[in-house]
């Protein structure tokens, strides 16, 4: 599959690029981003590489659909389709540096990843998964606010820097309305 590029108002949303390795090393440098997704701890600047290579490979296997998520040109994070099985199903994962936080922005692109995922003319989804590490507060209420459906913990299911950990699991149907949804969670 080809790489798309996404926009929104204020986002656009294209594949990764080696010109991008720097700002996603200084991103990657954030310990909130090592501490709940699955970069490498220490995370270097041939792990940035790396995770460049892989994004353009998951495009072209159709298993691993990410995008750069770009302010005014500015790498600000990653939003993706992870997982795609080839059978309707896939994963939503996530992630912004610090200075973007806190406006939406997150949502905003995830929200047009969803919208593609879910699309015939994108990959065609029926079912998005999303699972965060137990006390990921900031990653479920992006969830929450997309609609995602709470479906319970799952013991020792996620391997993150500190081993395996419990997982938050929720997921959104391509039938579903997007209402925001409030999960019993802390």
Known sequence: MEPVVLRTLRLELSVLTEGDAEALFAAGQDPAVQRYTSVPTPFTRADADELIAATRAGWQTGDRLSWAVREQGVLVGIVGLYRVDGKGSGELGYWL??????????????????????????????????????????????????????????????????????????????????????????
Do not use: C, K, Y
């Open 97 to 186: 540096a610090a200075p973007a936080r806190g406006r939406g922005l997150l949502t905003e692109a995830a929200r047009t990843a969803l919208d593609w995922g879910f699309s015939a003319d994108g990959a065609a989804l029926a079912r998005i998964e999303w699972h965060a590490v137990v006390g990921n507060t900031a990653s479920a209420r992006v969830a929450e606010r997309l609609g995602f459906r709470f479906e319970g913990v799952r013991r020792a299911a996620l391997i993150g820097s500190d081993g395996r950990e419990d997982g938050w699991s929720a997921a959104l149907l391509a039938t579903d309305d997007r209402t925001p949804q409030t999960w019993p969670i802390p």
